[in-house]
């Protein structure tokens, strides 16, 4: 039971190159979420995805998109990289009425 | 003024003595309330959940809510070098199920 994954977990993009991150959840969990951490502005929604074939936009979800492509997996791609998406993104998972949220590794992304 | 406000220290705490965090949020109709640790690197680790006002413990840590002040704490006993670590208070408001995070209070343990 390897609960929620993410690759990759590093990555290096310039300006402008588009990339997919990853997540995977084996915990047969109905919810996902996508968050970045930046320093000084803590862990911020960016897309969530209540049920499958559901997604909603969070806090900051522009420059984003994300697919919800079963029940499984949710994914975060960024179509043209800026230098403010430099940061650090985790997927999360929840089930249930108490929402109970449990996160992946995270990726750690830097854009030039 | 922030939806989820937590100091963000560093609390300094000699080993064996009780860490105290305290969190307040905005949104009266917060139902679910959560602790979580992360170490530096590291991903947020879910420690604590709790919905009705008054104390929950496991283990070493209790937390506290207080719904008509709008305040919800942790605290550590007994702390340890290994709780070194930052603590986010995370809210869940009245509808919906979106986490709303503080910024988060670091802890330092010392020996």
């Known amino acids: 039971n390897a609960g929620v994954t993410q690759t990759p977990k590093f990555q290096v993009l310039k300006t402008g190159q588009s990339m997919t991150l990853q997540c995977a959840q084996d915990?047969?969990?109905?919810?996902m979420y996508w968050y970045r951490q930046d320093p000084g502005m803590g862990l911020r929604l960016i897309y969530y995805?209540?049920?499958?074939?559901?997604?909603d936009k969070g806090e900051v979800p522009n420059g984003y998109n994300v697919s919800r492509l079963n029940k499984r997996e949710f994914s975060l791609r960024l179509e043209s990289a800026a230098p403010s998406q430099t940061s650090v993104y985790f997927c999360?998972?929840?089930?249930?009425?108490?929402?109970?949220?449990?996160f992946g590794p995270g990726t750690r992304l830097t854009v030039t | 003024q922030k939806e989820v406000e937590q100091n963000s220290g560093p609390l300094s705490v000699p080993e064996g003595a009780i860490a105290s965090l305290n969190c307040t949020y905005s949104?009266?109709?917060?139902?679910?309330f959560f602790w979580y640790r992360q170490y530096s690197g590291k991903s947020p680790e879910l420690i604590m959940s709790?919905?009705?006002?008054g104390d929950k413990e496991d283990g070493r840590f209790t937390a506290q809510l207080n719904k008509a002040s709008q305040y919800v704490s942790l605290l550590i006993r007994d702390s340890q070098p290994s709780d070194s670590a930052t603590y986010l208070c995370?809210?869940?408001?009245?509808?919906?199920?979106?986490?709303?995070f503080g910024g988060g209070t670091r802890v330092l343990v010392k020996p």
């Open positions: 999360a998972s929840s089930e249930g009425r108490e929402n109970e949220q449990y």
């Open positions: 709790i919905y009705s006002n």
């Open positions: 949104d009266r109709g917060s139902q679910s």
């Open positions: 915990m047969n969990h109905n919810s």
């Open positions: 995805s209540a049920s499958e074939g559901t997604t």
């Open positions: 995370a809210v869940i408001k009245a509808a919906g199920n979106k986490l709303t």
